[in-house]
């Protein structure tokens, strides 16, 4: 069965500093992987997908994201971090019959002043 | 504006009183499905409906109970609501065809006291 991990639950970062969130996915065919972000109290909002081709892909807000294959891995990227990218961050694979996506727990991001 | 529409926003209700939490989509989206958000947990489908009059169940359907006689609406029903219903539901939409990820609503967070 198709599922995400992200390892860590919650991240603590400096406002400025560089930003990394793991994604690690299971699935036997090419996955297709997407990064979601949910500010307190709002929908989910997709930041960046990735299909296939180029393996570093660019999303919005300054986002961007790594596949890698050989270590069923999405991690996602923000070279300076904003006080306003505080919010809990989603990995999911588009897996199995139709449009489905498996998410995984979620990240919790804190950026400190 | 594109855009996924859920209501209510916040929901309390008693054991065991049917409810009805609305969803409708204005982008003439195929696909349509319903999750909930539990803390650690994510977001686990609970139905999904590729068309019209198509419905099927996702992860976690139980107690649970959708229908799809409008393309642009899919209202989720809980007969009998439990308090292990209690929980963040978001609805999302999609075009069938490739994975372009999900729009998603605004949720709604329910209590079952």
């Known amino acids: 069965a198709q599922s995400v991990t992200q390892p860590d639950i919650h991240i603590t970062v400096s406002e400025g500093a560089s930003l990394e969130l793991r994604c690690n996915y299971s699935y036997g065919a090419t996955p297709y992987l997407f990064w979601y972000v949910q500010s307190p109290g709002q929908g989910l909002q997709l930041l960046l997908k990735?299909?296939?081709?180029?393996?570093l892909v660019q999303g919005i807000k300054g986002f961007e994201a790594e596949f890698k294959r050989s270590q069923s891995s999405f991690n996602l990227r923000k070279p300076s971090v904003h006080w306003s990218d505080a919010a809990e961050y989603f990995c999911a694979v588009g897996a199995g019959y139709g449009n489905k996506l498996v998410f995984g727990a979620g990240t919790i991001l804190r950026v400190k002043s | 504006e594109a855009q996924v529409t859920q209501n209510p926003r916040y929901l309390i209700t008693v054991t065991g009183k049917k409810l009805t939490v609305t969803c409708s989509q204005n982008?003439?989206?195929?696909?349509m499905s319903w999750y909930r958000q539990d803390p650690g947990l994510g977001l686990r489908q609970i139905y999904y409906?590729?068309?019209?009059?198509?419905?099927d169940k996702g992860d976690v359907p139980e107690g649970y109970k959708v229908s799809r006689k409008e393309k642009r609406n899919f209202p989720l029903i809980l007969e009998s609501p439990s308090p292990n219903q209690t929980s963040l539901y978001f609805c999302?939409?999609?075009?069938?065809?490739?994975?372009?990820?999900?729009?998603f609503g605004s949720g709604t967070r329910l209590t079952v006291v």
């Open positions: 982008m003439n989206h195929e696909y």
């Open positions: 999302a939409s999609s075009p069938t065809k490739g994975h372009y990820g999900y729009t």
């Open positions: 990735y299909f296939s081709g180029d393996t």
């Open positions: 409906s590729m068309n019209v009059e198509v419905t």
